[in-house]
Structures are given as C-alpha cells and as structure tokens.
C-alpha cells in the first residue's frame, strides 16, 4: 500500500512539473525599456550649422606702412589694448620730418614777405589817393598821377602774390606732413593688439599687388564678437536676420543664447560635393555672453524659427519613421501609433494629435526585441 501510493505521488508530481512547464512557456518574456510621460512644455523649432562655426571679431585690421622703410619704433605688443588713432609702429623718417620743419620756416618767411609787400600796397594805395586829389587841383601833372596809381596797383598785385606764395607753401608743408605719416602706423579703432609680425630694425617692404604677406600688426576690437557658420541650403530659406540665435562652444559649457542673425549670405558656398552651405552670421549682444570668449574659437549655432511655450511633447529619440512612436500599455504590451507632428528639433517634437498627455512611450526604440506587440517592462 505504501509502495502504491508512493508511485501515485511520483505520478501527480510529475503531471504537476509538466503543466507547470506548460503555463510558464506559453507566458510572454519581457525586454527592458525606458519610457517617458507624455507632457505639456515649450517647443522651440530650430535650425543648426552642417559644420563647425567659427568666433569672429566684428572689426579685424591688418596694418602695415603705407611706404617701406626700417622699422623705428614700436610702440606698443603683443596683448596691448589701444586706442583710436594711437600711434602704434613708426618706421625711419627723419629725413622727412625735417623736410616738414623746412616747409614751417618756409611757411614763415612767406608770411613775412606778404605782411611787408601788403603793407607797402597799403602805403602806395594812399600815396596814389593823395595824388588823384592835388591832379584835380591841378597840382601835379596826370604823368604824376598815372605813375602813382600804377605804382599802387603793383604793389597790390606783389601783395597778392606774397599770399598765394604762403597757400603754395602751407600746400608743400601738408605733402611733407602726408609723406611722414605714410611712415606711421595709427589704431583704426579701439582694440587689443593680437599679433606683431616685425621687430626693431627690421626692413619692411608694402605688399605687392596680389600677394598678400604678413600683417606688421594685427588688431582686434573684442568689444564685439560673432559667429560665422554654414547652414545647409535646405534650412536657410526659413532664416531672417534678426532671429534669435543659441551659440555652443567646446571650449564651454554653457549655452548663450543673447545672439541675433546679422547676416545672411547672398551666395551658397559648393565646397564639397553634394554639401552646398549659406554662411550665416550671428552676433552675441550680451556682454557677459562675450567675456572670456577669444576669436577663432569653434562654435555652433541655433536658429530659433518658432515657439510654442504649452504644447504637447515628445522626446525626438521616441519617434520612429513616419511618425510613429511605441506606446506601452498597463499590462507592458507595445503598441505602435502614429501621430501628427508639428514644430520639431533635435530633441522634441511637437504632438499635434495622435498622442495625449500622460501615454507612456518607450526611448529605447533601438533596442533588440523592442517591437510593436511584445511585451516589456521599466528598465530600474
């Protein structure tokens, strides 16, 4: 009796393991997922460089004497901040420094010679008066008369000549002075003194027409930065200077976000195949936006085109083509569902039906075994 019911347990055991095995391999495996809430929030639609941008002074100049000549003084290095018209370079004049002071004692002795020639003018005017008086009383003779007067209007003439002889001398003096200030090299603006590229004693020589040679200083005006990058074709019928802009920097890690669009280029850029660019500007206008930012460093910029400030949402990483996201229901099965979309950028898409607020969708679209109809579960 024992030994039977010893086989009968086995039995109903083993019938036990075997419906056990039965329901376990029909219930669904579960993938781990994440998901997110659907909600309410600003959307911003926006437009970014296809490739790097580039920090940029709004006003850059590259100085050189007008005329060639041995470097004479330097007045100020590399890292100095200037001001407007302050002298920065001079190269040897000296001859014509004095030919300037010869002119001013020209200048002088002219003055002089005209002053003494106008006042002789002066007396002989009255002296020809004087005569034109005792002729009507017939003192003196019209031979006498005539003299005079002809005396006077000569000196009058020596007059005028001795003033122009001073305005031709004053003329030669600005020349003079002309050519000495081709010798020296003044700051278009106030600025910061980014690079010297000649040194005490040095002979420079003017850049020929068509090969460009090295700036003897070049100056910034740091006061005021930009950004220039290109932004694909596609996007840029939809760009109008004046547009709010982002800016992004490696070098920092915070967004600034006071640029503007200040320029739209009238051109597209055909660099490389099949990637035709329009360079677009944006200026920074926030000081605090621009300290410690230097020109030359790379940067990214976002074009804000629109906004809505409480629309339905959706991460962009849940969207799939065609507008499709993965729902998951309470019970954890996914469910495919289309949407319609409407403002989007990298990282939301506006819902503008389809979806509801508070539906579950999944981010890890990527992942093996995340398909419509199988089921998951929120990854811990």
Known sequence: MSLMSNKKLLVIMCLAAIIAFFFLSKRPKFVDVETVRIEKGEVRATVSNTRVG???????AFLAPATGGQIAKLHVKEGDSVKQNQLLLEVWNKDLKAQVKLREFQIKANQATAEQNCQLADVAGREAQRIILLKKQDIVSEEAADAK??????????????????????????????????????????GRVAEINVELGEYVTPSPPGIPTLPAIDLLDVSCLYVSAPIDEVDAPQIRTGMAACVSLDAFAEKRCSGIVTRIAPYVLEKEKQART?????????????????????????????????????????V?????????????????????????????????SGLNVGDKVVLSVGRDGVVAGAYAREQK
Not at 54 to 60: D, G, I, L, N, S
Request: charged share 30%; aromatic share 4%; net charge negative.
């Open 149 to 190: 007067k002809t005396d006077a209007r000569a000196k009058r003439a020596s007059c005028r000549a001795s003033q122009k002889i001073v305005a031709v001398s004053e003329a030669e003096h600005d020349a003079a002075q002309a050519a000495v200030e081709r010798t020296l090299v003044f700051a278009p603006f106030d």
């Open 54 to 60: 580039t920090v940029k002074a709004c006003r850059r």
């Open 278 to 318: 329009v360079e677009v500007e944006v200026k920074l206008t926030d000081p605090n936006d621009i300290k410690d930012l230097l020109p030359g460093y790379s940067a990214d910029i976002e074009i804000l085109l629109a906004s809505k400030q409480q629309a339905l949402k959706v991460p962009a990483e849940a």
């Open 320 to 352: 799939l083509e065609n507008n499709r996201v993965l729902l998951m229901q309470a019970d954890g099965l996914l469910e495919e569902r289309a949407f319609k979309p409407g403002l989007s950028n990298w990282n939301t898409v506006e819902v503008l």
